[in-house]
């Protein structure tokens, strides 16, 4: 597996409530990002960063944050959880090529 | 705007036998595709990466082409085994947005012992 962790994996949130995830890497890769997967949907880019504080957004970005202060993390905060952000949330890393994505964090927002 | 499709949506095979999923692509303007398995309730796995100058790519069983001009790209899995159920995924890398990747939603295979 390519060293991407996130975390939590699950997390079930109030309506309203500030939700932080933390997406890791250990490759060194420049690029990172967000997406979300939904049934009907696909995937779906939130944000991206291409280097450490240079993030753009993505097509589905309103309700979302992120930072990236060091290469190897990147925070992804949903700024006041809606029950349409639960979902399914992927980290993705790619260098020159080939993309890595992670295992996912399932976030419910009740 | 780039768009991905893949047909069909979902695919049921006896084992052993060989098949082909589709994905195709409206511009052909792409630095390169990627083809990932998902399996249930898991993360995207990377299977096979074609840069927009290869025709093809293969790993083990698995062989994927490109066909830029005609916006079509083909993964052929031979000798299909039930541990091969996944949902097949195909991305592009467009060339005006090179940072992003552009997912098709994805062909269901079922591969029946």
């Known amino acids: 597996d390519a060293g991407i962790t996130q975390s939590p994996r699950h997390k079930v949130t109030e309506t309203g409530t500030p939700v932080t995830l933390r997406c890791h890497q250990t490759?060194?890769?420049?690029?990172m990002y967000w997406y979300r997967q939904d049934p009907g949907h696909g995937l779906r880019l939130i944000h991206y960063?291409?280097?450490?504080?240079?993030?753009d957004k993505g097509e589905v970005s309103d309700g979302y944050s992120v930072s990236r202060s060091k290469t190897e993390d990147f925070l992804l905060t949903l700024e006041s959880a809606t029950s349409s952000q639960t979902s399914v949330y992927f980290c993705?890393?790619?260098?020159?090529?080939?993309?890595?994505f992670g295992q996912g964090t399932r976030l419910t927002v009740v | 705007k780039q768009e991905v499709t893949q047909i069909p949506a979902a695919l049921s095979v006896p084992e052993g036998e060989n098949l082909v999923l589709n994905c195709s692509f409206t511009?052909?303007?792409?630095?390169?595709l990627q083809w990932f398995r998902q399996d249930p309730g898991k993360g995207l796995t990377s299977l096979l990466l074609?840069?927009?100058?290869?025709r093809e790519q293969t790993s083990g069983r698995l062989n994927a082409s490109l066909d830029k001009s005609s916006g079509r790209s083909t993964l052929y899995i031979a000798a299909s085994q039930p541990g091969d159920s996944a949902t097949y995924l195909c991305?592009?890398?467009?060339?005006?947005?090179?940072?992003?990747?552009?997912f098709g939603s994805g062909t269901r295979l079922l591969v029946r012992p």
């Open positions: 993705a890393i790619r260098g020159t090529g080939e993309a890595f």
């Open positions: 511009d052909s303007a792409i630095y390169n």
């Open positions: 991305a592009v890398r467009p060339r005006d947005s090179s940072y992003k990747l552009i």
């Open positions: 074609i840069q927009s100058s290869q």
């Open positions: 490759e060194n890769h420049r690029y």
């Open positions: 960063s291409y280097g450490v504080k240079d993030t």
